[in-house]
């Protein structure tokens, strides 16, 4: 017996774990089914961006399919145990990424109101990004942004403890902004130049000028020309506009919270520095 585990590691003692195998072994994060669900929400996102000057119907079936997607990778991280910080970063860069897409569209189909469009991106990204920097700052390392205390604020912990409220928040204020892009193509109470003829004039042998060049300004005025029925858009942006609005509104008590919840951080760490120092008489 002593000979044959002699052979088998020159010293002795039975041989330890293979380091290669250990290594072979680990799990690949990247490729757990909630992930892979994000990377489809991404590719669906640029398609239908790519869609978006042009094809208002496949531009919102894609959007919408998107964003949808994003209450299944949810559910798949909780059936399979796949919950991770990589997912989790992963789901709200997605979120946040195309919603200024989109509203940066809107901003251009409606230029009077553009302003409107640029404070609503700029407070996502402000509100979310303060939000998930105190947390890791104030919180620590492995608090999850969606884990809010009570007493720092009902709202956010209603917000982000209760997914059907998450969902139902979230997916209405796309809702919103989706009805808007397709009242761009289809109301001319809001979108005026719809009421104007496209002028069709030959290009060089005979080839209209707005089919050579598919992406210029009057090549998207002859799509908007091409007219959707805009009953529908009117009455899903009339149901989603309560909770877009309520939605901006938790952005802003995020940003606030956030902020004074950060205020507090400095001021105890300046008071363990023994700041401010006071002055001697002189």
Known sequence: MATRRRKENGNGIPPGPNPTALKESEENIFLFIPNIIGYARIILAIVSLYFMPLHPRRCSFLYSVSCLLDAVDGLAARRFEQSTKFGAVLDMIT????????LVFLASAFPRWSIVFQGLIS??????????????????????????DEGRSWILKMYYSNNKVLFTFCALNELFFIALYLLSFSSPLISPQLLEKVPIQAGPEGKNPLFMHPWSAGAMELARANKLDSTVPWILAGISFPVMAG????????????????????????????????????
């Open 247 to 282: 939605k901006q509104f938790i952005n802003v008590v995020q940003l606030v919270k956030a902020s004074r919840w950060l205020a507090e951080g400095d001021i105890a760490e300046r008071k363990k520095l023994g700041l401010p120092r006071r002055r001697k008489p002189s």
């Open 123 to 148: 407070l996502d990204l402000a509100s979310h990004y303060i939000h998930m920097y105190a947390t890791l700052t104030m919180g620590g390392s492995g608090q999850s942004h969606k884990k809010v």
């Open 95 to 102: 979120d946040r990424c195309t919603t200024a897409c989109l």
